[in-house]
């Protein structure tokens, strides 16, 4: 009886030790896949910010293009006023 414990406390030591080598695996897949979806999101918001700077130093641009036509306009008036 003795061999027996012994035996079935081997092999529920092997179990224990198989169940807690799965369940650190199943944490370090999910770290990585969690460090995976970080990196995408983060490439996700650098885009978008690179495609928001972008857009507003065109509308700037646009703005001041706009601008410098108006002021042309305003001077040739004026110079042909004289």
Same mark, same amino acid.
């Given at each position: 009886?003795?061999?027996? +414990? +012994? @035996? =079935? %406390?081997?092999? #529920? %030591? @092997? =179990?224990?030790m198989k169940s807690e080598a799965r369940e650190q695996e199943?944490? !370090? /897949? %999910?770290? /990585? +896949?969690? !460090?995976?979806?970080?990196? /995408? $999101?983060a490439r996700a918001k650098i885009a978008s910010r #690179?495609? $928001?700077d972008s857009l507003i +130093? @065109? /509308?700037v641009k646009d703005e001041a293009a706009r601008k410098a036509?108006? =002021?042309q306009r305003y001077a040739n008036r004026k110079a042909r006023q004289r």
């Open positions: 009886m003795a061999l027996a +414990a +012994a @035996r =079935d %406390e081997r092999r #529920e %030591e @092997r =179990d224990r199943r944490i !370090h /897949v %999910e770290a /990585v +896949a969690y !460090h995976g979806a970080a990196n /995408v $999101a #690179e495609k $928001a +130093a @065109r /509308v036509d108006r =002021d």
